[in-house]
T-cell receptor, first 112, second 114 residues
């Protein structure tokens, strides 16, 4: 039972353009969402998060949008840079809990 | 301030052997989480420990797997009598507080069972 879904296994974007990574969830108890970036042979690195009381959170080139009614969130990266090429994981938490539920990841490739 | 340190980075075991994976949390962190990533999948929660205590082991297989986080020393994830299906990347994360919103991950241990 995949409670957090990332339906696009890969995404290719040109440098300078916007990258949009999507994530859907099924568990309505999730109230905190995070995005992680992962390079090969390394651990996930925290990027940005959002609480369910908000619908947008911005940090530099990264913005996360949350649509609770659709149980959907997205990560926007603008402008995209070659160094952004990595696997991006969406993750969710229930009520300040301790157990992250991850999606399967989207491989982003930013091309010159 | 060193990050979360996991060792070994790569571990090869024959079927039936034991695997021991170590995780040293960041300085000042007393909460440790273990996750497993099978090929082509996302990370799956295994266990959450706070010094000397297992808080949540709901993601741990019932048999052959155990975890500890002693008062002194690293956290250990132990897999007895490994099988090919145990081949995966095992990640450890640590946090200062008991929520995963500020957890930092190690580089992982890639276990290969031959």
């Amino acid at each position: 039972d995949q409670q957090v879904k990332q339906n696009s296994p890969s995404l290719s974007v040109q440098e300078g353009r916007i990258s949009i990574l999507n994530c859907d969830y099924t568990n309505s108890m999730f109230d905190y969402f995070l995005w992680y970036k992962k390079y090969p042979a390394e651990g996930p690195t925290f990027l940005i998060s959002i609480s369910s009381i908000k619908d947008k959170n911005e940090d530099g080139r990264f913005t996360v949008f949350l649509n609770k009614s659709a149980k959907h969130l997205s990560l926007h990266i603008v402008p995209s840079q070659p160094g952004d090429s990595a696997v991006y994981f969406c993750a969710a938490l229930v009520g300040g809990g301790n157990k992250l539920t991850f999606g399967t990841g989207t491989q982003l490739k930013v091309e010159l | 301030n060193a990050g979360v340190m996991q060792n070994p980075r790569h571990l090869v075991r024959r079927r039936g052997q034991e695997a021991r994976l170590r995780c040293s949390p960041m300085k000042g962190h007393s909460h440790v989480y273990w996750y497993r990533q099978l090929p082509e999948e996302g990370l799956k929660f295994m266990v959450y420990l706070q010094k000397e205590n297992i808080i949540d082991e709901s993601g741990m297989p019932k048999e052959r797997f155990s975890a500890e986080f002693p008062k002194e020393g690293p956290s250990i994830l132990r897999i007895q009598q490994v099988v090919r299906g145990d081949s995966a990347a095992y990640f450890c994360a640590s946090s200062w507080q008991g929520t995963n919103t500020e957890a930092f991950f190690g580089q992982g241990t890639r276990l290969t069972v031959v």
